[in-house]
């Protein structure tokens, strides 16, 4: 007889065997949807140093001159600029990072440093490597009680008979 607390945690390790499975999967995600983003900023930096150089500046001097600016709208879009920039140089650097580790430890660093954006948006559009469906599931269910089924059938001849206690002797 299978008590309820073995069956309770028989699917427990199911569900979080499940979950954890799609770790890279979700990290494979966050990687292409972080390169995606990495390369749109890049572009962008690339063509605010590319207008300061045609003016004779470098980037430094250029956010230094739209932040003494008249305008504040000038003004606000230096400090949108250096957003751009600190965001590109970190999702570089993440970037590096991911490329520089096993895949088997890609997940670890997205859950501990994540740009907040490209999590939310790998978690809103992800996609698991293999579908978590209620059909995938009964589906699941079925080839457990088989596969279980067939291990009980094969290892029949190898089980211990139980015996009977000798009755206590008057």
Request: charged letters at 25%; glycine letters at 6%; aromatic letters at 6%.
């Amino acid at each position: 007889m299978v008590r309820p607390g073995t069956i309770a945690a028989v699917l427990t390790s199911l569900a979080a065997g499940m979950a954890t499975s799609q770790a890279p999967e979700f990290a494979q995600q966050y990687r292409q949807r972080l390169e995606g983003a990495r390369q749109e900023l890049t572009r962008v930096v690339g063509e605010f140093d590319e207008d300061a150089s045609r003016n004779d500046l470098d980037r430094q001097r250029a956010l230094a001159l739209q932040e003494t600016s008249q305008e504040a709208f000038i003004r606000d879009r230096a400090q949108s600029m250096r957003r751009v920039i600190a965001r590109a140089e970190h999702l570089d650097q993440q970037a590096a990072r991911l490329a520089e580790l096993p895949r088997v430890l890609r997940p670890v660093a997205v859950i501990t440093d994540p740009d907040g954006t490209v999590f939310a948006g790998t978690m809103r559009d992800f996609e698991p490597a293999v579908p978590l469906t209620s059909h995938g599931l009964i589906w699941t269910a079925v080839g457990l009680l088989l596969g279980f089924g067939f291990f009980r059938l094969i290892t029949l001849p190898f089980r211990r008979r139980r015996t009977k206690p000798a009755e206590a002797r008057q």
